[in-house]
């Protein structure tokens, strides 16, 4: 089964939420391919389950799955990386702590494998402290090459930086940014990120000279009465991605 994401001019690919089959075979449509659709391990009972009905969903859309925690939560890590070992997605979110763990289960490179680093306040440090016991601690703050060279030693594929509350940490993500180009690293904004600041957020990573950006874009797109992300939301980004 496809390992490998959709990228449109083979840079920016969509990870959004679905909360059916038949709205991630909707958003898969309405983005033409080029998007990852997010399940949420936070959504079951046990890892099992998450299996049997995520299986569905690959079959369904290319194995075009996105495993999350659910709202950044850590302590859903080690039921991520338990998934994701049966399932074989093209992309998984992880804490800081859980990737070197995750890479290991899944057995193989192809898989994109995220790690989870915060805003600090600061532009050029970041917050390490992601996993379930460090996020409880003071925050681990490191250089962003040093966050970068740390989960490359583990096996990662990617920065995923969140919470980015839209573009209210846009001077630290930049940093980021530039730092991923210079490590030739991939970058996943993530967090308060909305058909406003979409254009601005991939293109900052872009001009950066980020090679692939991963945009996440949750919440602003789902209605709220269904909890379904909408198709039309869906074609609007897929238009701006195809002016990038």
Request: hydrophobic letters at 40%; glycine letters at 8%; proline letters at 4%.
């Amino acid at each position: 089964m496809n390992k490998t994401p959709h990228y449109l001019n083979d840079k920016i690919c969509l990870n959004v939420l679905a909360n059916s089959l038949e709205n991630a075979k909707a958003i898969y449509e309405a983005a033409e391919g080029h998007v990852l659709v997010g399940l949420l391990s936070k959504n079951y009972e046990t890892v099992e389950a998450a299996i049997k009905d995520m299986k569905t969903y690959a079959e369904t859309i290319d194995n075009a799955i996105s495993v999350g925690l659910g709202a950044g939560d850590p302590h859903q890590w080690k039921m991520v990386a338990e998934i994701s070992k049966d399932i074989q997605p093209q992309h998984v979110n992880q804490v800081f702590t859980g990737v070197g763990y995750t890479r290991a289960l899944l057995g193989q490179d192809e898989t994109i494998v995220n790690g989870l680093i915060s805003p600090s306040g600061t532009a050029g440090l970041v917050k390490v402290s992601t996993g379930p016991l460090s996020s409880l601690d003071k925050p681990a703050l490191v250089p962003v090459k040093t966050a970068i060279d740390m989960l490359k030693d583990m096996g990662c594929s990617s920065v995923k930086f969140f919470p980015m509350k839209g573009l209210s940490t846009k001077e630290e993500y930049r940093v980021v940014c530039e730092a991923c180009a210079a490590e030739d690293f991939m970058m996943e904004p993530t967090g308060g990120i909305d058909l406003t600041n979409f254009e601005e957020i991939c293109r900052i990573a872009l001009e950066a000279g980020v090679k692939r950006i991963i945009p996440h874009v949750y919440t602003s797109i789902v209605d709220k009465e269904t909890g379904e992300t909408k198709r039309e939301d869906i074609q609007t980004l897929l238009e701006i991605m195809k002016r990038l």
